[in-house]
Structures are given as structure tokens and as C-alpha cells.
């Protein structure tokens, strides 16, 4: 009989911070506070089985907050790293489309940096360890230590070896308790640690909930010379009707390889739409498609975009705990930028907690007063200003830039689960997704390309509460969108004579590339996700 998990001996790691996630801001922090105080003593853990294999982002970032951690870095830069060039800015239909004769200011980005966000994280890693670091991939986070009167006192990492019917298996190893004076999140998007804290501690009570987007990113090999390294082109409209918030990005990089992807904003109104499969048609517009035609996809993936903004930023400080990157919500949407306000945040928390020796308290404070913060708020209008259709959110982001944001109202941003229309309530545009011939074809295709692997015999890690709600009311109100919003083909709804409505949810938990949109989008608030056992999930390779 296995032993309730607070009644199992563990073993204990004791530090004075630990960090939650080693992405720019987790390694970002733990390089700052060391530069600034070798004797404090820090880890980093992070449930990806390498540091970097869990990262996936466009990237183009600006180097300036880089620039102040590391002065240096430009003599020996990241092993992807690509100075950006001409920039380019389409509005697309079907059959064509149209360049703007202006490249909206955020998308200018002379002076940045194209990258591989996770080969830049592989490359931050062994310079925070030169400086007293201690790192530990494959360590995930299972829930957080509290004291009796609630203050966070650390981390629980998940037991290893557990069977999917709960049983100890074999190898069962219990996870370590680290403990620490503070603990700083750096999760990415969508935390679910973050999660439960920002409920127990009411942190988003003064503010608008989350909102996020998908991303669903490409790597791929071009023909010979066909390649323009430093290219930049963004584009809006078709695949998306009018009403959808969508976009995409295709980077050149050096060697003839394109990092492409597609951006679905997941307050999308219509059942049936399937951000997969929008990319996939994109792809074969007239003027993406000569581009990759003879070309070969190396690495695929997909995340979470967190997109709510200024009026959505959270508390981020609680007893014993500190949020900061996407965790804290602090990317630039219409930038479409985060890499460097990740940079900025963390290093902001490490110079608070030398500042008030390891005080969480604070920080919210120093962080809202901070350049981070306030380059949210004069954007804070323009992606919200989409929700009443793109033509509305191109005047309206063409207005808040002309006045810096000084307009003297704020728009509200509502949860993404809430934006659903029910099935036959509007006449929803009808979803010709093409015959695709350019590779993957299909999302199982998409997840072999992810390289993402969980031990099949362990917990399932979807969380679904109540599954007769999936083949009763979801069937009937929403058509089980859940069966397109995952990139990755974890839901599916197949026919079982000797289930109750004749149909079950099948939940195809090795699927999974952590993308947590499922989690975020799920009409009836039901899935949740957790963190399966530390390793697991997705292998990106330079995304």
C-alpha cells in the first residue's frame, strides 16, 4: 500500500533562493544575484530533460537588457544568433496580399537579434553555473512548500516511478523537498505552479485575467541560396478571417534554414476554428509556399503566448515568493516580444532581493515602477482593440502609437475560455483548410517532429474533471473543441459501445508538447494540466 505523499520520507536540499524554470528570466535572475552576491546561494530546476529543450519562441530579441547582464556577449553569442535586416510587413488574402508600405514600429527591429531561444538558454546555462549556479534539468516541480501561515517555503519535485494506476513502480524514487528563504517562478507561460499561488493568494484580485495566444513555430531546411539570412517578415489576415486574431512570423536564419510559425489568439469566437491546422493552410499561400517547396522541416513545437498585458499583470509578489517573465505576463504583444522584459524582470528581482536581503516583499512595487512595466502600459490597448475585428484593431493600433498610449481609457481583457460562441448561435465562417503536400501533414506528424517523449505507464497529466461533460453538453454546445485547439492530438472523443453515451474522451497524455492550451481555452474550465514526471515532453532542437 504506498504511503500518502506528506507521509513518505524525503530528502531535503536547503538554498537560500530557488528558482522555478530555466528559461531567460529563471537564468537571467541566477546569474544577477550571483554577479551581485557570490555568497547567496541559488538553484535552478527545471523539468525539461536538457536546459533549452522546452523553450520554443520566434525569436528576435532586443539585445539591450542582454547588453547590462552580459557585457561581453556579442564576442561569443549564442550558437544561433543572427542580426536582423530587412523587415517586411504583409497583410495577406487567399490569393495574395498586400506589403505595407510602413513597418509598424514594433516590428522595426534594426539593431535586434534573430535567435534560438532554447540554443540561447543552453548557452546562458553554463555561465550562471561558472558563477555558483547549481542547475538541475530534468527536476519538475510537482507544488510548492507553505508554512502554516501560508508563506511559500519552497518546492516539492514529482515522485519518479509511478504507474499510471498510482502504484509504485520498481524505480519509485520520492521527490525531493528544496527549501529556501524565497522562491522565484520563472515557469513561462501559463505556470502551473503560478497558477495555483495566484489563486490562493487572490494575486490577480485588482487586475483582468490572463489572456494568451498559441504559437505553433517550424524550423526548416532550404534549398541551396535560397535562404536571406536576417529577413524578417510578419504577416496578419488570411488564414484568420476578419474576426480571428492571427499572424505569423518567418525569421531567416544563417545556412539557408527559416524558423516559420503561426499565432492564433485564444480569444477566438468561432467552435470549429484549429490553429494547427490555420498554419498548415498558411503555409501554402502563393507567397510562403515557392519559399519551402523542396525544403525539409527539421523541429516543430508549440506554446502558450501570454498576451493579456498591463492590465492583466498580476500581484507578483507573495509571502516567500516572487513571479517574474511570462509568468508575471510582461510580453510586449504588438512587438511580439518578451526575451528581453524576461532579462529585465529578472534581473530587477535579483538587484530587490539583495537590496532587502532576500525580502519578498516589495517587489510588486519596484517592478510596476520599472521601464518593464511602463513599456506595457503604452501598448496596453492595441491587442485588446482586436476583439472587435481586425480593421478595428489596425486603426486602433495605429492610434495608440501615434499617442504613446496616452489614451485616457483602458480596454478590458477577458479569460480566453470565456470567448466560445455555442455551435449554431452565429454563422461561423466555413474552415476550408486545404489538402496539405508540405510536410507534416498532419499534428501526429507535428509531434514526431517535437521529438516529445513520456514513459506511457505514469499518471496521465490532463487533469479532465468531470468527462461525461466531454460526450454530453461540449459535444452538443461546442462540438469538442478540444479536439482541434490541442496542436498535438491529445483529445480525441471515439466511440465506445460499452461507455454510457456510447462515446468516451481518450486522452493521449504521451502526445504532449506542454503548450498548456487546453488548459487555457477549455470552455467549461475542466483540464487541468500538471507537470508529468521530471524529462518528459517535448526535445525542441534550436526553436
Not at 528558482?19 to 544577477?32: E, K, Q
Request: glycine share 10%; proline share 7%; net charge negative.
Amino acid at each position: 500500500m504506498n504511503q500518502p505523499a506528506d507521509a513518505i520520507e524525503r530528502d531535503v536540499m536547503e538554498y537560500d533562493v530557488v528558482t522555478v524554470g530555466a528559461g531567460p528570466a529563471g537564468l537571467s535572475f541566477a546569474i544577477r544575484l550571483k554577479q551581485l552576491d557570490p555568497d547567496i546561494s541559488v538553484c535552478v530546476i527545471e523539468k525539461s530533460s536538457t536546459i533549452g529543450a522546452h523553450i520554443l519562441s520566434g525569436a528576435v530579441i532586443e539585445p539591450g537588457p542582454l547588453d547590462a547582464l552580459l557585457p561581453g556577449w556579442r564576442d561569443t553569442p549564442p550558437p544561433v544568433c543572427v542580426p536582423a535586416a530587412d523587415d517586411e510587413f504583409w497583410l495577406l488574402t487567399k490569393d495574395g496580399g498586400r506589403k505595407a508600405p510602413i513597418v509598424p514600429p514594433g516590428m522595426r527591429n534594426h539593431g535586434n537579434f534573430i535567435v534560438s531561444l532554447g540554443a540561447m538558454c543552453a548557452w546562458l546555462a553554463p555561465q550562471a553555473e561558472a558563477l555558483g549556479v547549481e542547475i538541475y534539468p530534468g527536476f519538475a516541480a510537482a507544488e510548492t512548500l507553505h508554512a502554516e501561515d501560508g508563506t511559500v517555503l519552497g518546492v516539492r519535485i514529482g515522485d519518479m516511478g509511478i504507474a499510471k494506476d498510482g502504484s509504485h513502480k520498481p524505480g519509485y524514487t520520492p521527490g525531493i523537498d528544496i527549501r529556501a528563504r524565497v522562491t522565484v517562478l520563472a515557469e513561462g507561460a501559463r505556470g502551473h505552479l503560478t497558477k495555483r499561488l495566484v489563486r490562493r493568494f487572490n494575486l490577480d484580485g485588482d487586475s483582468d485575467p490572463q489572456a494568451y495566444s498559441i504559437g505553433i513555430k517550424e524550423l526548416w531546411q532550404l534549398p541551396a541560396g535560397r535562404g536571406t539570412p536576417g529577413k524578417i517578415v510578419h504577416t496578419l489576415g488570411w488564414p484568420a478571417d476578419t474576426s480571428t486574431y492571427g499572424g505569423s512570423f518567418l525569421y531567416h536564419l544563417e545556412n539557408d534554414q527559416v524558423a516559420i510559425g503561426y499565432v492564433s489568439g485564444l480569444d477566438y469566437k468561432d467552435p470549429n476554428y484549429a490553429p494547427y491546422e490555420a498554419f498548415q493552410q498558411w503555409k501554402h499561400h502563393p507567397m510562403i509556399k515557392p519559399l519551402l517547396d523542396g525544403g525539409n522541416i527539421l523541429s516543430a513545437g508549440a506554446r502558450a503566448i501570454v498576451t493579456g498585458g498591463w492590465q492583466s499583470l498580476p500581484k507578483v509578489e507573495m509571502p516567500g515568493a516572487l513571479l517574474i517573465g511570462d509568468t508575471a505576463g510582461l510580453l510586449n504583444v504588438p512587438k511580439i516580444k518578451g526575451t528581453h522584459q524576461a532579462i529585465r524582470s529578472g534581473m530587477l528581482a535579483a538587484e530587490h532581493l539583495v537590496a532587502s536581503q532576500l525580502a519578498a516583499a516589495g517587489f510588486d512595487a519596484k517592478l510596476r515602477a520599472s521601464d518593464a512595466v511602463a513599456e506595457l502600459r503604452k501598448v496596453r490597448n492595441i491587442k485588446p482593440g482586436f476583439k472587435k475585428g481586425m480593421w478595428f484593431g489596425l486603426a486602433n493600433g495605429a492610434w495608440e502609437t501615434v499617442t504613446g498610449g496616452r489614451s485616457p481609457w483602458t480596454l478590458k481583457v477577458n479569460a480566453d475560455w470565456s470567448s466560445l460562441d455555442k455551435v449554431g448561435k452565429h454563422e461561423q465562417p466555413k474552415r476550408d483548410y486545404v489538402q496539405r503536400d508540405l510536410a507534416p501533414r498532419d499534428r501526429l506528424a507535428g509531434v514526431y517532429f517535437a521529438a516529445t517523449e513520456h514513459d506511457e505507464d505514469q499518471p496521465v497529466h490532463l487533469h479532465v474533471h468531470d468527462t461525461s461533460i466531454c460526450v454530453t453538453r461540449c459535444v452538443e454546445e461546442y462540438n469538442n473543441p478540444c479536439t482541434r485547439f490541442c496542436p498535438a492530438a491529445v483529445y480525441e472523443i471515439v466511440e465506445d459501445a460499452q461507455a454510457e453515451h456510447g462515446r468516451r474522451l481518450q486522452i493521449n497524455a504521451a502526445n504532449c508538447v506542454h503548450c498548456k492550451t487546453c488548459d487555457i481555452k477549455d470552455p467549461y474550465e475542466i483540464i487541468t494540466w500538471v507537470t508529468p514526471e521530471g524529462g518528459s515532453g517535448p526535445n525542441y532542437q534550436n526553436l
